[in-house]
């Protein structure tokens, strides 16, 4: 019977296909195109007002897929950050005794986690960044960061070797992790207080400051300033990619803190009793105990909302950041027709990266779940 | 902080004898000014809120002119309301000509009407009720909104628009991805090898890319696969992409409760001689269905929110009418007055429907301790 039902399934599939592909060729046929990838050779001609790797209008569109991919990964990483330190303030404050703080936390995540993605985006560009002051009148902290209607000014790190300065960042945070790590090991193992904070720090700033000094490497830091109608120098954060960031962090803070709060009731009462039984203080209770138990709980779902992120910052298009959808999936399409190819390609980014995390988050699962003995 | 607050080291009763003011006074010392930190953090908080509140309430109440027949009629600093109102119609029918604007009425009317049998727990008959939302409603909707027979004229889709069309995304999106959600995750779990990993790569599928794509993939790749000369209205292309897109994420809710069900209940249906699909529809489903009643609702609510992303397929829903609204030559600048509504209407929608989801569980477990 089932056998049957999958047979007549196979049959049905291939009729669909064969029906779908001969259209195919009809209509591609019929608009005098061909199906392939040699169109990513070709000249865009458009230009791209942000972009991380260099860009010009005389570049092809291979370079616009990846001006597209590290547009989005750029605004995806920055807004996970900052939606994980808001969230999780904003879960720990759903907990807080204070009812004052429990309430505004609660009173914030039912405001925004109900409002659409897209709205929020919208808000922040139209209307919250538009009320800033214009770059002659910005807001300044300090002479370093100024905020302004035409997008947020950071000082910037220039360098005659960028790349080695990235790479050296790069290994030096991969050693102080494993540093950190291997530390804390050893006085779990052995049971001695050991400070794994210091030295990982140590090796997080002298790598990086070593690699430079011995290699003779220049490096100045440029600073924002005002010049004319707008600002020069520093790294200027286009308002689309500053309103981005803004609402994607406020609107994913809001599920984070209910997964924190949540992964955190997950702990049953009587963990926190036994440990205050043992003579554990506060911060012990909550470092050895609560904590660990609760990471478990929390990192499959965290990890959801942070492929929610990188799905979401697709609605970039709407207001015209130039991430993958909007550069290449819109504007790309628009030029060359090449519709099948182009769609094909963007979902494959977004699968393949979500495929991966979701790989992790099996990996994850598998690692730690609890041994019974 | 947490735990020295929820700790009490004043016994119950005395709590419970002692009179109102002094009630209230310790709840404060306990909940509020626990400690010198606890105060200045409410003080903080207090003040926060405040400040929000006395950025927005001004603007929405005290300063506001409420009636204008341009923007150029409202007073700086408040909100300008007569745009809302000159606009209303359009946000609420979009395009949709005014003398035949009794048909839209009629679909609103028909949708409170089905949504209350639906949901009101003591009017009997759920499953006629289902079948008015997943049948008639939607052909009745199509015929009336669409027009062309008994000497109804023709309506184009292309100038439904505004809550109108919001309603009839969301509502079609809900009705027909929780049954092509729950058929997916049946088939996830089937045991015939090529269902199941169709059903593994379509849910999958759906769940790794974004819904933006999706629509894109719906309005400028699916013609190439269609007989030359179709021309799919936008509007069907956009509530398939929801239904399915979201039917994923339903199969993944669903799975959820079936997962935890005990193997039991399948085995007892075998006894009692109950095929697959008897089994599953009587038994097995309802269950799980009841056990995943917040996750349902959760990707209604995110159904609901996403029908906003219609905007990139040139589709006219609430906010994307708001925003061509602003665009009036007459109302310029009104996009905060607009963002407004919209957000209030998505607002009151989402809470609503949470607020019934907690409601239906506690339904649930009362009747389970019953």
Not at chain 1, 303 to 328: E, T, W
Not at chain 2, 20 to 41: G, H, N, Y
Not at chain 2, 178 to 204: D, K, N, Y
Not at chain 2, 287 to 300: D, E, F, L, S, Y
Request: aromatic content about 12%; hydrophobic content about 55%; some cysteine.
């Amino acid at each position: 019977m089932g056998w049957v039902f999958q047979a007549l399934l196979v049959v049905a599939l291939a009729w669909v296909a064969h029906v779908a592909i001969g259209n195919l060729y009809d209509n591609l046929a019929a608009r005098g195109l061909k199906l392939g990838f040699d169109f990513l050779w070709q000249e865009a001609g458009f230009e791209i007002a942000f972009h991380l790797v260099p860009y010009t209008s005389s570049d092809n569109y291979w370079r616009v897929f990846l001006v597209g991919i590290t547009n989005t990964l750029l605004v995806t990483a920055v807004a996970i950050v900052f939606s994980t330190i808001l969230g999780f303030t904003i879960g720990i404050a759903q907990l807080s005794g204070n009812w004052a703080v429990s309430r505004a936390a609660r009173i914030y995540v039912e405001i925004v986690r109900n409002l659409p993605q897209l709205l929020h985006i919208l808000i922040w560009y139209n209307v919250a960044l538009r009320a800033l002051p214009a770059p002659r009148v910005a807001i300044g902290v300090g002479d370093m960061v100024y905020l302004s209607n035409r997008g947020v000014f950071l000082p910037a790190l220039t360098s005659d070797r960028p790349g080695l300065l990235v790479i050296a960042i790069l290994i030096a945070v991969i050693a102080a992790l494993a540093l950190f790590r291997s530390l804390t090991s050893y006085a779990e193992r052995t049971g001695r207080a050991v400070n794994a904070w210091l030295p990982s720090l140590a090796v997080l700033v002298l790598l990086p400051v070593l690699a430079v000094a011995l290699t003779g490497t220049q490096v100045s830091v440029s600073l924002p300033q005002l010049k004319g109608f707008n600002f020069i120098g520093g790294w200027a954060l286009v308002p689309e990619l500053t309103a981005l960031v803004f609402a994607m962090a406020i609107y994913n803070a809001a599920f984070i803190g209910e997964l924190v709060r949540a992964s955190i009731e997950a702990v049953s009462k009587g963990q926190r009793e036994a440990a205050a039984a043992l003579g554990f203080g506060w911060w012990w209770t909550l470092r050895f105990i609560v904590i660990p138990q609760a990471v478990r709980v929390l990192l499959p779902p965290l990890s959801n909302q942070y492929l929610n992120i990188l799905k979401g910052s697709s609605l970039a298009v709407a207001i015209g950041y130039p991430d993958l959808v909007g550069v290449f999936t819109g504007i790309s399409i628009n030029q060359t027709g090449r519709a099948i190819e182009i769609v094909g390609m963007t979902m494959a980014v977004y699968l393949a990266i979500s495929l991966l995390i979701g790989a992790l988050i099996n990996l994850f699962n598998h690692m730690t779940r609890i041994v019974e003995r | 902080m947490t735990e020295a607050a929820l700790i009490s080291d004043t016994p119950r009763r005395a709590t419970a004898m002692a009179s109102a003011p002094a009630r209230i006074a310790l709840w404060l010392r306990r909940r509020i000014f626990a400690s010198w930190r606890d105060a200045l953090l409410s003080l903080v908080v207090v003040l926060i809120l405040g400040a929000i509140a006395w950025t927005i309430l001004p603007w929405a109440l005290f300063k506001a002119t409420w009636s204008a027949a341009s923007r150029a009629d409202c007073a700086p600093g408040g909100a300008c309301w007569g745009f809302v109102a000159a606009k209303a119609s359009q946000f609420i029918y979009g395009f949709y000509p005014p003398l035949e604007r009794w048909r839209p009425d009629t679909v609103f009317a028909l949708l409170i009407a089905g949504l209350t049998w639906l949901m009101v727990p003591r009017i009997p008959g759920k499953g006629y009720a289902g079948l008015f939302m997943m049948v008639v409603l939607p052909v009745v909707t199509f015929v009336l909104l669409h027009g062309g027979v008994a000497g109804l004229p023709v309506v184009p889709s292309d100038k439904w628009g505004g809550l109108l069309l919001t309603l009839i995304l969301a509502v079609s999106g809900i009705s027909f991805s929780l049954p092509f959600g729950a058929l997916f995750a049946l088939g996830r779990r089937s045991r015939m090898p090529l269902v199941r990993w169709l059903c593994i790569g379509f849910i999958e599928f759906c769940r790794g890319v974004p819904f933006i794509t999706v629509l894109f993939m719906a309005i400028v790749m699916l013609p190439f696969f269609l007989p030359s000369g179709m021309k799919p209205d936008p509007l069907a292309l956009a509530v398939a992409g929801i239904i399915f897109y979201e039917a994923a994420y339903m199969a993944e809710v669903v799975r959820g409760g079936l997962q935890a069900l005990p193997k039991g209940q399948y085995e007892a249906a075998m006894a009692i001689g109950f095929g697959y699909w008897r089994t599953m529809l009587y038994i097995i489903l309802p269950q799980a269905i009841r056990k995943v009643v917040p996750g349902i609702v959760n990707t209604t609510i995110s159904l609901l929110k996403n029908t906003t992303l219609v905007m990139v397929v040139g589709l006219f829903d609430l906010l994307n009418i708001v925003s061509a609204g602003v665009a009036d030559p007459l109302w310029v600048g009104s996009q905060a007055e607009g963002y407004f509504v919209v957000g209030l209407v998505f607002w009151l929608m989402s809470f609503g429907l949470s607020c019934y989801s907690r409601a239906i569980e506690g339904g649930f477990a009362r009747a389970d301790r019953a």
